[in-house]
T-cell receptor, first 110, second 115 residues
Framework: QKEVEQNSGPLSVPEGAIASLNCTYS??????FFWYRQYSGKSPELIMFIYSNGDKEDGRFTAQLNKASQYVSLLIRDSQPSDSATYLC??????????FGGGTRLMVKP | DAGVIQSPRHEVTEMGQEVTLRCKPISGHNSLFWYRQTMMRGLELLIY????????DSGMPEDRFSAKMPNASFSTLKIQPSEPRDSAVYFC?????????????FGDGTRLSIL
């Protein structure tokens, strides 16, 4: 059973702080990793993807991948109330199927 | 460019009725996925197609569920007969199979309520 684990939260951070979201996965053969943001009542929206070990930055978002430890994280700098949402980690194991974690609910307080 | 288009956006029906959900993938995408999302179970993959052919339907909960993809631009998910426990949000997603490590793009979903 290929698993993707996330802390369900809620993770509460003050506005302007760094939010750190973590995800672990069980399949060492996993090749690519995606972060989706889902607002309440909306569909998942892709915000970041990463394939190689290390960091990848896009604006206020940084994805970090450590394949040896089988974890991937998402950092959100200068968190805004509009970042309040559920963040889903998804892992590609083979072909183009994705396995999703249960999501972490982030709350950014003004 | 148009994204993944799903219809209807909302469906309320009585148990025992047939329900048909529809999806149009992004043009040029050749893989299509049907998901179900509930608070209890999160996002679950029901079935996916490559080039209109069903590849993995192990997530389909029961024989009451069926899915078809008659052509590259249209897919349906049917529930017959429907039950209250089928109430959930159903998402369709698409991607390109012929490129590695491609993300999936989601439609807006169908919120299904079975009374």
């Amino acid at each position: 059973q290929k698993e993707v684990e996330q802390n369900s939260g809620p993770l509460s951070v003050p506005e302007g702080a760094i939010a750190s979201l973590n995800c672990t996965y069980s399949d060492r053969g996993s090749q690519s990793f995606f972060w989706y943001r889902q607002y309440s009542g909306k569909s998942p929206e892709l915000i970041m993807f990463i394939y190689s070990n290390g960091d990848k930055e896009d604006g206020r978002f940084t994805a970090q991948l450590n394949k040896a430890s089988q974890y991937v994280s998402l950092l959100i700098r200068d968190s805004q109330p509009s970042d309040s949402a559920t963040y889903l980690c998804a892992v590609n194991n083979a072909g183009n199927m994705l396995t999703f974690g249960g999501g972490t609910r982030l709350m950014v307080k003004p | 460019d148009a994204g993944v288009i799903q219809s209807p956006r909302h469906e309320v029906t009585e148990m025992g009725q047939e329900v048909t959900l529809r999806c149009k993938p992004i043009s040029g995408h050749n893989s299509l996925f049907w998901y179900r999302q509930t608070m209890m179970r999160g996002l679950e993959l029901l079935i996916y197609f490559n080039n209109n052919v069903p590849i993995d339907d192990s997530g389909m909960p029961e024989d009451r569920f069926s899915a078809k993809m008659p052509n590259a631009s249209f897919s349906t998910l049917k529930i017959q007969p429907s039950e209250p426990r089928d109430s959930a949000v159903y998402f369709c997603a698409s991607t390109r199979k012929d490129r590695a490590n491609q993300p999936q793009h989601f439609g807006d979903g169908t919120r299904l309520s079975i009374l």
